[in-house]
């Protein structure tokens, strides 16, 4: 059996620690398995509320590696632009002290199952699609939501990795009911007095 999520993750961070990496790096040693492992990465410190606006590289990066799931590719790219990026030492630091706390409930769920589901490629490209409609909601300027869709994200994730297809179709219910949720945020944000004027002020 492979490593779960937050042992693969703490092995990368304790070498980011110690030497840092570029993006590059990292996708190149993980392959495959990096679009994963490198999408929880970039969103794992969105599990803690942001200001708006805040989710710079990390949020564009995993949209790209998500996008290129659903186009169906098993070799992550990335523009030199964002491969180039260096994890700061202070962040791989307090991720380690954050990794088993914001992965271990998740992990307890999942385990190989529904292989039929888990290895198909049309899933692949599903998952992907999914990851980057859960980014753009993750990089939306609203206050105090960026634990909702990276919840989604790392389940995902966590599927993905550990080959479980129905923590991916529970991933899929999950996707549902955070985009109803931020509609009616964005309803009732529309709706709110002075909000068109506020806004093309």
């Given amino acids: 059996m492979g490593k779960k999520f937050s042992q693969d993750l703490k092995m990368l961070l304790e070498s980011l620690a110690n030497h840092p990496l570029t993006l590059g790096d990292i996708?190149?040693?993980?392959?495959?398995?990096?679009?994963?492992?490198?999408?929880?990465?970039?969103?794992?410190?969105?599990?803690?509320?942001?200001?708006?606006?805040?989710?710079?590289?990390?949020g564009a990066a995993s949209f790209l590696l998500a996008m290129q799931m659903a186009m169906g590719r098993r070799t992550p790219w990335l523009p030199k632009r964002f491969a180039r990026f260096k994890f700061p030492r202070w962040f791989a630091?307090?991720?380690?002290?954050?990794?088993?706390?914001?992965?271990?409930?998740?992990?307890?769920?999942?385990?190989?199952?529904?292989?039929?589901?888990?290895?198909?490629?049309?899933?692949w490209r599903l998952n992907g699609f999914c990851i980057a409609w859960l980014t753009i909601l993750l990089i939306l300027p609203l206050p105090l939501t960026n634990p909702i869709p990276t919840i989604g994200i790392l389940l995902f994730v966590i599927a993905t990795l550990e080959s479980d297809g129905l923590l991916m179709c529970v991933s899929y219910g999950v996707t549902v009911v955070i985009t109803l949720l931020f509609a009616v945020v964005g309803y009732l944000i529309w709706q709110a007095p002075g909000f068109l004027e506020n806004l093309f002020r």
């Fill in 27 to 58: 996708l190149a040693k993980t392959s495959e398995r990096g679009f994963s492992l490198v999408i929880g990465l970039l969103v794992l410190p969105f599990l803690l509320p942001m200001p708006p606006g805040a989710t710079g590289i990390f």
């Fill in 93 to 123: 630091l307090q991720m380690l002290k954050n990794v088993q706390r914001g992965t271990g409930l998740l992990e307890k769920f999942s385990r190989r199952r529904l292989l039929h589901i888990a290895d198909n490629q049309r899933i």
